[in-house]
């Protein structure tokens, strides 16, 4: 393997001890309120794992659970005390929710300045606009890992795999903004060529969700390639990235694990210190 690793876990460290650093200096201890409907335990793991980080960094862990049988009422009932909550500065509904609950009203139901998931309209409102607001955390994060490894994307050409909203949709619109100044593709599964398309990035995120998608024939010899996708099989999770046969091509790799997957959580601690910040200023 020739490919540089990109160390999401080691970035991620970095990240929390400057949040834990800020923290410490405020005077007060920035709420984070999750909540969790259901028993599914993948969701469980993940609360878990962003519950202990805040209490790491010195914030307050908020926690709140409701069986799957809980109506739309209830967790819209939930999440609007919580916005008229002072201690809480950061809400995060843990998503999928269960059964025919509609995650987007939810969502929307969040005062978007404690919306730390940086998921709320408004706040994507505010990103396609290229002014300050609480921005998505995995597409955050994708940015911190490239500067934190220096990789500089001012006039290189992006091509990002996936036209979601949680990632692909916004993480385009952060490459392509003033200060980064990428040449932007969003690309996708129906994308016809796809590898003409995807081995002429300089920088290439995977983020359709679909295991192996990107193999080297996608790859620009010594291209960055940064791989979002989680997928669990029996022998763990992958990316959608053919990683060992990639990193033989690829200048610079993200792992899956360890790549992109702790930086949300980071930015997630991030987002939280700066709703406080500006809530309470």
């Known amino acids: 393997m020739s490919a540089r690793v990109l160390d999401g876990k080691a970035v991620a460290a970095a990240v929390k001890s400057e949040v834990a650093e800020a923290v410490a200096g405020l005077g007060y201890s920035p709420g984070l309120a999750t909540v969790l409907v259901g028993d599914d335990p993948a969701s469980h793991a993940y609360v878990r794992g962003k519950r202990r980080d805040a209490e790491q960094v010195g914030m307050t862990s908020i ?22 909550d002072d201690d809480v500065d950061g809400v995060l509904v843990q998503l999928p929710l269960p059964g025919d609950l509609d995650s987007e009203a939810i969502v929307e139901g969040i005062d978007p300045r404690k919306d730390v998931d940086g998921l709320h309209p408004f706040n994507l409102g505010l990103l396609t606009l290229g ?42 619109l952060l490459l392509s903004a003033k200060g980064a100044d990428a040449t932007v593709t969003v690309a996708h599964s129906r994308t016809n060529d796809l590898a003409a398309v995807t081995s002429k990035a300089d920088i290439l995120v ?39 046969a990639v990193a033989d091509i690829a200048g610079a790799i993200t792992p899956v694990p360890g790549g992109v997957g702790p930086m949300t959580r980071a930015m997630l601690l991030s987002n939280t210190l700066t709703a406080a910040e500006s809530r309470r200023r």
Do not use: W
């Open 131 to 172: 002014r300050q607001g609480l921005r998505p955390c995995t597409p955050s994060g994708v940015l911190r890992i490239l500067d934190h490894y220096e990789i500089p994307t001012n006039g290189q050409t992006a091509v990002i795999v996936g036209r979601s909203f949680l990632v692909g949709r916004p993480l385009g």
């Open 63 to 84: 926690h709140h659970e409701l069986p799957a049988t809980a109506s739309q009422g209830e967790v819209a009932g939930l999440v609007a005390d919580l916005n008229s």
């Open 206 to 244: 995977a983020a359709a969700g679909v295991i192996g998608m990107i193999t080297p024939e996608h790859v620009k010899p010594g291209a960055t390639v940064i791989d979002v996708g989680i997928n669990r099989t029996d022998q763990g999770l992958v990316g959608d990235v053919d990683y060992e």
